[in-house]
Antibody, heavy 128, light 107 residues
């Protein structure tokens, strides 16, 4: 059974950098079938995809956050990490990491992606 | 547009059938996934690529699409189905997008 666990500071000061790590157990992060994503959710609000990384290190980011986001991977530790710079109160949210399978759906000729395993989430508060 | 639109709230009587919808241009062309989220918990995948149900998800959950609308149908809603439901698809660049969520109340 694959498990993901977020870790990192729960409180970050405005203008500083938020740093979180996701540790994957029960499966290898070094699989070409999956990418690994970060998703966040402000209290009482919806989900926002932050970005993804492949085991190769290739990344995709949400355009609205791209200038402030860095996602990296450490395959030796089976971990991937998120850095979000210049944070403000608007970045206060529960942050989730998730596994993202992908496969090509021939009938529709597109790649299917979804989130099948999620971490429990970690609340990060931006406050001085 | 990459936006996905959901009704904020829907209610259903215990044992009845309810449909939760998600509208967006990209649903015509790409996948729609559905997640269930209960208070204080991480989302759980209930439907992927429009109609596929992961193992372990009860068969009262089903998915469908028509034009630019994806639907999640719960046939015979149970008290434990009360939750927030989020749809998910992609934009033209392959970035993931989510709907605003629908709060389902089981009466």
């Amino acid at each position: 059974q694959v498990q993901l666990q977020e870790s990192g500071p729960g409180l970050v000061k405005p203008s500083q950098t938020l740093s979180l790590t996701c540790t994957v157990s029960g499966g290898s992060i070094n699989s070409g079938t999956y990418s690994w994503s970060w998703i966040r959710q402000p209290a009482g609000m919806g989900l926002e995809w932050i970005g993804r990384i492949y085991s190769s290190g290739y990344t995709d980011y949400n355009p609205s956050l791209k200038s402030r986001v860095t996602i990296s991977v450490d395959t030796s530790k089976n971990q991937f990490s998120l850095k979000l710079s210049s944070v403000t109160a608007a970045d206060t949210a529960v942050y989730y990491c998730a596994r993202e399978p992908r496969y090509h759906y021939d009938r529709g000729d597109y790649w299917v992606r979804y989130f099948d395993y999620w971490g429990q989430g970690t609340l990060v508060t931006v406050s001085s | 547009s990459s936006e996905l639109t959901q009704d904020p709230a829907v209610s259903v009587a215990l044992g009845q059938t309810v449909r939760i919808t998600c509208q967006g241009d990209r649903i015509r062309t790409y996948y729609a996934n559905w997640y269930q989220q209960k208070p204080g918990q991480a989302p759980v995948l209930v439907i992927y690529n429009k109609t596929n149900r992961p193992s372990g998800i009860p068969d009262r959950f089903s998915g469908s699409t028509s034009g630019n609308t994806a639907s999640l149908t719960i046939t015979g809603a149970q008290a434990e189905d009360e939750a927030d439901y989020f749809c998910n698809s992609r934009d033209s660049s392959g970035n993931q997008v989510f709907g605003g969520g629908t709060k389902l109340t089981v009466l």
